[in-house]
C-alpha cells in the first residue's frame, strides 16, 4: 500500500462502483487511444513522464516495473532489482535518466533509457512512504515523504538529504513540482495546504483551501502559478507564487464519479488532469472545464498523466493495464509552408537596332 494517502483515496473509490462510464463531452481533441501495456492482470500502472529518448516512461507499482512506451504503443518493461519495490512517482532527471520513487522499498530508483536501474535507499528514514518525484532547478531531485511529513532531496550521485522543518505534522506531502519562481511546490493531502520548499530546504505553507480537499497532483501551469488536483474535493486549485489559492469545482462530474488526481501542463496552453472516475479532464487558465470518457475502459481508473513529444497527453490506467493517449495533437507545430515554385528563368531577347 502507499500508505496513508492513498488509503484514504482507495477509501473514497471503493464507496461505488466505477463500472459507469459518464458521458462525456464530444470534442475531436478529446479522442482516446489506448495501449496494451502487455504487465499482466494485477499490473498497476501509476506514474508517467516524457522522458529524454523521445518515449514515456511509466510505473507498474503493482509489478515492481517501470514501462517505456514510444508514441506508436509498443511497451517495453524493465524489472526493479528490488521484488517488492512498488515505484510510483517518476520524472526525468537533468542527467539523462529517468528517476522514481519505490513506496514499499524506502529508495529511490534511477534507470537509464537503456533500462538499467540503480537504487538509493542510505538517508532516506524508515516508513517514509515516498510518493511524487520532480526534478528541481538545482540539478537535484526532490520527492514526498508523506509517511513522516518530509520532502527529500537526493542528488544525481544519490546523496539523500531529508527535510521536516516548516511542514505540519500529519500533513501528508504527496504531489511535487518544480515552480517558475525557482522553488518546488509541494501538495499537502492530509492539510488542505500547499507546501513551497527553497532549493536550501525552507519551507513555508499556505491554506486557503476548503476543508477536506485532499490536495494531492501538482504541476505548474503556462500562466506562472501552480495548479493542484483535489482528490477528495472533487476541485481543481490554482494558487499564485505569493500564495493566494483558488479553487475551480464547475464542469467536475460530482463525486464518486470525479475525484481529480494528476495533472499537467499541455502544449495547448490549458492544463489537463486525470479523474479517477473514469474521464479525463481540461480546465482552461481561466477555469472553464471540459471532460471526456469516449474511448477510455470502463473502470481502468485513469491516474498519472504527462505531456508527449508527440503534442498528445499521455496517462496510466491503474486497473486495465494499459497506457492511453488523448489530444490536442492539433497544437504540434504546423508543418512549414511549401516553398513557391521557382520564377521562371529570363528569356534573352535579341537586341533591335533601328537605323
Known amino acids: 500500500m ?53 518515449n514515456l516512461w511509466f510505473t507498474d507499482e503493482n509489478g515492481q516495473t517501470i514501462g517505456r512506451i514510444t508514441t506508436a504503443g509498443a511497451v517495453t518493461p524493465f524489472s526493479t532489482p528490488t521484488p517488492t519495490s512498488q515505484p510510483i512517482g517518476i520524472t526525468a532527471g537533468p542527467d539523462g535518466n529517468l528517476w522514481f520513487t519505490e513506496n514499499a522499498a524506502n529508495q529511490i530508483g534511477r534507470i537509464t533509457t537503456a533500462g538499467a536501474v540503480t537504487e538509493f535507499g542510505a538517508g532516506i528514514t524508515a516508513s517514509a512512504s515516498l510518493s511524487a518525484i520532480a526534478a528541481g532547478p538545482d540539478g537535484n531531485l ?27 505534522a500529519g500533513s501528508d506531502p504527496t504531489g511535487i513540482t518544480a515552480g517558475p519562481d525557482g522553488n518546488l511546490w509541494f501538495t499537502e493531502f492530509g492539510g488542505d495546504r500547499i507546501g513551497r520548499i527553497s532549493t536550501a530546504g525552507v519551507v513555508t505553507e499556505f491554506s486557503g483551501m476548503t476543508a477536506g480537499a485532499g490536495a494531492s497532483g501538482i504541476t505548474a501551469g503556462p500562466d506562472g502559478n501552480l495548479w493542484f488536483t483535489e482528490a477528495i474535493g472533487n476541485r481543481i486549485g490554482r494558487i499564485t507564487t505569493a500564495g493566494d489559492i ?42 472553464e472545464v471540459t471532460e471526456f470518457s469516449d474511448g477510455i475502459t470502463p473502470a481502468s481508473r485513469p491516474d498519472g ?34 516553398s513557391p515554385p521557382p520564377a521562371p528563368a529570363p528569356v534573352a531577347v535579341a537586341p533591335t537596332f533601328t537605323g
Open 2 to 54: 502507499r500508505g496513508r494517502v492513498l488509503g484514504a483515496i482507495a477509501l473514497l473509490t471503493a464507496i461505488t462502483a466505477l463500472d459507469a462510464v459518464p458521458s462525456g463531452a464530444v470534442d475531436p481533441l478529446g479522442q482516446v487511444t489506448e495501449f496494451p501495456a502487455g504487465l499482466g492482470p494485477s499490473a498497476g500502472l501509476s506514474g508517467i513522464t516524457a522522458g529524454p529518448d523521445g
Open 142 to 168: 526532490w520527492f514526498t515523504e508523506a509517511g513522516i511529513d518530509g520532502v527529500g532531496r537526493i542528488t544525481t550521485a544519490g546523496v539523500v538529504t531529508e527535510f521536516f522543518a516548516g511542514i505540519t
Open 246 to 287: 483558488t479553487e475551480f469545482e464547475a464542469g467536475i462530474t460530482p463525486v464518486p464519479d470525479g475525484r481529480p488526481a494528476e495533472i499537467t501542463a499541455g502544449c495547448d496552453g490549458n492544463l489537463w488532469f486525470t479523474e479517477l472516475g473514469n474521464q479525463i479532464g481540461r480546465i482552461t487558465t481561466a477555469g
Open 305 to 338: 498523466i504527462a505531456a508527449g513529444p508527440d503534442g498528445n497527453l499521455w496517462f496510466t490506467e491503474f486497473r486495465a493495464d494499459q497506457v492511453a493517449r488523448i489530444g490536442p495533437g492539433a497544437c504540434l507545430a504546423p508543418p512549414p509552408p511549401p
